[in-house]
């Protein structure tokens, strides 16, 4: 008899952890017949084409116009998520927006073509995070709760970095603009909300704030939709834009 038939099968036991490993099994929430996989694959592959190509992160509106009928936006963009989230760029959440960006842990490698950017002052920092927390306010509510004037200059330069928008007007006398902060303000600090913003207690944590604080001092939460107008505010109209040369006037001809 030839020693192959003399061999015996020894068992190899798989445990579940290892199993798990080797043979990777789709939730069964999301597990689907196989052209329906096809079709999603498909779909993540738009959405990964349309995301890298995109100089600004893309809205989930703008994904739903350019794919398919019927596609799950959020599921889509949760599978291509974990499809980077090993890989040198992760496909990251930026409000109700998606962009790629490079990984946390290899951000040392971009700081020689980092370009360098002007500092903010003092004074636009203070205004910048009274925007954030209490958006939306006015000029005239930032100098309330800082105490001083507020320069036009310094809300110009918060305007000219993008990161704080004019986004409608109080309804009150005089129609006092309102400011709030933009999707680039939350991109730039890698905030998926606005909401994500640190908390009392993770300031006096990382020592921005004083422990000699009045005990009644708080931190107001910003709202949880920043685009949603207030009850008591106006949206901008053609005319406001004109007003504040946020638009071109129109030339009628006699």
Known sequence: MSERANASVIPFKVDDETEGELFPQ???????NPAERLYMAEAVRMAEAIVFASAEPVSEKQLA????DGINIAMAMADLQQIYARRGVNLVRVGDAWAFRTAGDLAFLMSRDTVQQRKLSRAALEVLAIIAYHQPVTRAEIEDIRGVETSKGTLDTLLETEWVRMRGRRKTPGRPVTYGTTETFLDHFALEEIRDLPGMEELKGAGLLSGRMPSNFSIPQPPADPDALADDEDALTDIDLEELGL????????
């Open 26 to 32: 789709e939730p069964a929430e999301q597990v689907q």
């Open 65 to 68: 116009a350019r794919l398919p």
């Open 247 to 254: 638009l071109t006037p129109r030339v009628t001809e006699d």
